[in-house]
């Protein structure tokens, strides 16, 4: 399972890549808007971190301009992943990018019908957002369990990204399902590493070893 991380926050991608679990970098307009910066220089920075695609979405809701859009992101840099609405529009949009080999990234997935149209329109990931359908209602990992079935029917190669991650649990249950990637923000990917009982294990390690009066290195 891959794991993207969602932020435009520079720093905080830069935090997490020693740790080796990133993947790829998710953004949106709400995201870039929250840090204030240009959005062309944004995607560049960070497409210069990670080698893996770096989702960066259109803000028109036409075809013809979220074409233009598009294609000028996707300029940016190769790994760029252009980011679209799962609407008419955006499903146009999409069929027309992948046709240049661009990558697409179709988001705002709510039910199993748009995920299955989106991998006919050659999607390279589609993006479920699962804690919205929580927060009315309904479940979630559902609708991914739903969409991976579906996907493995038919042999689409479109990637199911699980999006809106709310908690680590999603991230456990998605991966028992059998999601391609999941888009975690910051600071889920940092509560996956947390455990009581690892914390407690060291603690009682380390004060056996401090007891001892060794150290490993030489001194």
């Given amino acids: 399972m891959k794991f993207f991380v969602d ?62 859009e ?10 760029v992943a252009v980011k679209v609405p799962l609407t008419i529009d955006g499903l146009q949009t999409c069929k027309k990018l992948r046709e240049k080999n661009i990558m697409v990234n179709v988001t705002l997935c709510f039910s199993a019908a ?11 990931f589609i993006s479920p957002f699962v804690g919205r359908l929580d927060d ?18 038919y042999g689409f190669d479109t ?8 908690t680590t649990q999603h991230i456990i249950d998605a991966a028992l399902i059998g999601a391609n990637v999941a888009t975690l923000p910051p600071k889920i990917i940092r509560e996956l590493y947390n ?7 060291l603690k009682a390690f380390l004060d056996d070893w401090t007891k001892t009066g060794q150290s490993i290195l030489p001194k």
């Fill in 70 to 79: 598009g294609e000028y992101l996707a300029s940016i840099a190769k790994n």
């Fill in 159 to 166: 990637e199911v990204l699980v999006a809106s991650v709310r």
């Fill in 114 to 124: 748009q995920a299955l149209l989106a991998a006919k329109a050659g999607a390279s």
């Fill in 7 to 68: 932020t435009a926050d520079i720093k905080q991608i830069e935090d997490l890549i020693p740790t080796g679990m990133i993947d790829g970098v998710t953004t949106n307009p709400s995201l870039i808007a929250k840090q204030g910066t240009n959005i062309k220089e944004t995607i560049k920075t960070i497409c210069a971190l990670i080698e893996g695609p770096v989702s960066a979405e259109v803000t028109a809701t036409n075809h013809e301009t979220m074409l233009k």
């Fill in 195 to 201: 455990h009581q009982l690892t914390d407690k294990g």
């Fill in 136 to 153: 009315i209602g309904e479940k979630g990992m559902q609708l991914i369990e739903d969409i991976v079935i579906i996907y493995e029917n």
